[in-house]
């Protein structure tokens, strides 16, 4: 069955310090991968998305993420976080074909501390 | 400005009523959704439709209702079945079209619901 893990459910890190959101997913036929931030109670917004092409995409904000293929891994990193940039960010897989279904994973919570 | 209208943003309900949360977008999508939202659980789909008049059960649909009689609007009736109805409520939209592929899905700023 295909699933996405985000296996980190929170993540402190220090202002202007790098930071890497890991999202690992199980599937048997080919997906597109996005990342989006939901600040509290609020919807998501898209940060960047992988359909085709590059495997490096960058997004808004600042934010960027690579897909490995072979570790089925698309993993989101920012060189240096804002406090702005606490929030929840969720992982999501689309199959590229057929049903028009999305899978999340459970989110990572980012806090950015001062 | 385009987008998706959900409303209302909080709602309260007593155990054994019907609510229905509105869902409006002039996207002119195709696709809508519509998810729940609990802490530690992501978001887990219970309604999508492709298409006017066409809706699939997701994953926890037991409990809802849907109906998709016009492009624009996708309402959710959370119905007293739903044991555990308190969550917060995301619907989504996205294009079908081959030939886009943008693939994203555009979201809602949600409904909080609330049993007393």
């Known amino acids: 069955a295909q699933s996405v893990t985000q296996l980190d459910s929170q993540v402190p890190v220090f202002e202007e310090a790098p930071v890497e959101l890991r999202c690992n997913y199980s599937s048997s036929v080919s997906v597109y991968l996005f990342w989006y931030v939901q600040y509290p109670n609020q919807g998501l917004q898209l940060l960047l998305k992988y359909l085709s092409g590059s495997t490096l995409v960058k997004g808004i904000n600042g934010f960027e993420a690579e897909f490995n293929k072979s570790q089925t891994s698309f993993h989101l990193r920012k060189p240096s976080v804002h406090i702005s940039d606490t929030a929840e960010y969720f992982c999501?897989?689309?199959?590229?074909?057929?049903?028009?279904?999305?899978?999340f994973g459970t989110g990572t919570r980012l806090k950015v501390l001062a | 400005d385009g987008g998706i209208t959900q409303s209302p943003k909080y709602l309260f309900r007593k155990e054994g009523q019907n609510v229905t949360l509105s869902c409006e977008q002039n996207?002119?999508?195709?696709?809508m959704y519509w998810y729940r939202q609990d802490p530690g659980q992501g978001l887990r789909l219970i309604y999508y439709s492709q298409i006017v008049n066409d809706f699939q059960k997701g994953d926890i649909a037991e409990g809802y209702s849907v109906s998709r009689e016009k492009k624009e609007s996708f309402p959710l009736t959370v119905t007293s079945a739903q044991k555990n109805p308190t969550a917060f409520y995301l619907c989504?939209?996205?294009?079908?079209?081959?030939?886009?592929?943008?693939?994203?899905?555009?979201f809602g700023e949600g409904s909080r619901l609330t049993v007393l």
């Open positions: 989504a939209s996205s294009i079908l079209r081959q030939d886009t592929l943008t693939g994203e899905l555009f």
């Open positions: 999501a897989v689309r199959f590229t074909s057929g049903t028009y279904k999305y899978i």
């Open positions: 996207l002119n999508h195709d696709a």
